[in-house]
């Protein structure tokens, strides 16, 4: 069967019948492999493809060159070649120098001038502690109870910054403490605490944003070795880093977006602003306003406030700031879509190449999340389709994953223990990675990333 797309504007009654019982599908959504029993029509009722054809990269790489967003499914065939048939499945759903100086900013320079910003474990390292659970699915309460509290802090988060805004003073102890909490979370089994922030975060407001990068800095802290007292200033510094964005977003308003020089420029500020509502808070430990301050800078020089290098960056803020690009590219803005999971790893290895972010963390995070990172949704060489629920130690390309869809596109039984499988101990293997159900999420094949995240 060919590739190429058929263009016949011709349209038979039994054509236009047939189109009035589609749906539109994202081409990013298409599923390679996949054999469909209806034709495939464009918006225009333009014939793209015969049935009984399959779904080929080369006719997904046709209808972007021919700037093909959507095309037209049969409803029989929706459910087999996009996973977003499965979105409402409830075990899938569920942020320059000379900026200006203060009295502040100045003290904080001169500290880390003076090269005395070293990191020491005192105790042993958390890592050690941390349950692996092998090949195993999530426990359903516990993880709707995860839901539950990813939400309530997501509120509360709020309400302190936004009052902190208005100057009353958020009490650092109820900070302290939901970082506390994600640590004892973590331990108990990473993988599934993970993925449920990436999951509940996703109505992408700012509070939710600081809750995932703490999260995810506090288990990249984890890999690279660190103990309880350091993994949970991590926590407490990806919590409260971003508080200054509040006051960005009353003076330009919503912030994902693409914006213009002068509104670049205020929002490159927003550092210094957190650093303004953190001397509010009472028992925030002196180390947590540096690494606030530099979680932007970036090892080549290119970030902002100060455009800090590598050993002149906190190791905290260089963790926080590799925790800060994955949650970044896998969020929406109104000027571009999420990346991939899968493709936000692969860019940011190129980022790490270029030395836009730290390697060690950045390893950690590969380790931590796997290449293919977890709570992501990939195909298999058997063509069922699979979500990524567990690393799988150095084993970077081969997870344990759950297969929610067998190969003829029918709903697996979730609740069968068979459906986990380990791919190191498999002869299956991931084809391919997909969007994530019910979000408008693109590959790296689109040139949209111009350095604002």
């Known amino acids: 069967m060919t590739t190429e797309i058929q263009d016949n504007p011709e349209l038979t009654a039994c054509d236009a019948a047939e189109q009035e019982e ?11 492999g996949r054999t469909i029993q209806n034709p495939i029509y464009d918006a225009h009722g333009v014939l793209l493809l015969a049935e009984g054809a399959v779904i080929t990269s080369r006719f997904k790489e046709l209808l972007r060159d021919r700037k093909q967003d959507h095309v037209e499914i ?156 350091n993994i949970r200033t991590i926590g407490l510094c990806g919590l409260v880093h971003d508080w200054g964005m509040v006051k960005v977003q009353e003076k330009i308003g919503k912030w994902r977006r693409r914006l213009e020089p002068l509104e670049l420029m205020e929002m490159r500020k927003h550092p210094i602003f957190s650093l303004e509502m953190l001397e509010e808070i009472a028992g925030i430990p002196s180390i947590v306003p540096v690494v606030c301050y530099q979680v932007h800078e970036q090892p080549n020089g290119e970030g902002y406030p100060r455009q800090r290098s590598q050993n002149m960056i906190h190791l905290f803020a260089r963790i926080l700031n590799v925790a800060h690009w994955y949650v970044s590219l896998t969020s929406s803005r109104e000027d571009r879509p999420a990346l991939m999971p899968y493709a936000a790893m692969e860019y940011m290895l190129r980022m790490t190449n270029e030395k836009t972010i730290d390697s060690s963390p950045m390893r950690a995070l590969l380790n931590l999340l796997s290449l293919f990172p977890v709570g992501s949704f990939v195909t298999l060489t058997d063509g069922s389709a699979a979500r990524v629920i567990r690393r799988n130690g150095d084993h970077y390309t081969s997870p344990i994953v759950q297969i929610i869809q067998t190969a003829d596109g029918k709903n697996a039984d979730l609740e069968n223990p068979d459906m986990i499988i380990d791919l190191k101990q498999s002869d299956l293997e991931i084809d391919q990675a997909l969007p994530t159900p019910g979000k408008d999420e693109i590959d790296l094949t689109s040139e949209l990333f111009d350095g604002q995240v």
């Open 74 to 229: 049969h409803n029989e065939d929706a459910s087999t070649v996009s996973l977003n048939a499965l979105a409402g499945n409830p075990l899938i759903e569920g942020a320059s120098p000379g900026i200006f100086s203060t009295e502040l900013t100045e003290k904080l320079d001169r500290l880390i001038e003076s090269g005395s910003m070293f990191v020491a474990n005192t105790g042993p390292a958390l890592r050690d502690s941390m349950v692996v659970h092998g090949c195993k699915g999530y426990d359903k309460e516990h993880r709707e109870n995860l839901f539950d509290q990813q939400q309530a802090f997501g509120e509360s988060l709020d309400n302190m910054m936004r009052g902190a805004l208005k100057g009353s003073r958020p009490s650092g102890s109820e900070i302290a403490g939901i970082a506390a909490n994600y640590l004892t979370q973590l331990t108990s089994d990473a993988d599934c605490v993970i993925s449920v922030a990436m999951e509940a975060g996703s109505d992408e407001t700012l509070s939710q944003h600081c809750l995932q990068m703490s999260l995810l800095g506090m288990a990249i802290g984890a890999e690279l070795n660190l103990d309880e007292g």
């Open 22 to 32: 589609t749906v539109a599908i994202r081409v990013e959504d298409l599923i390679v």
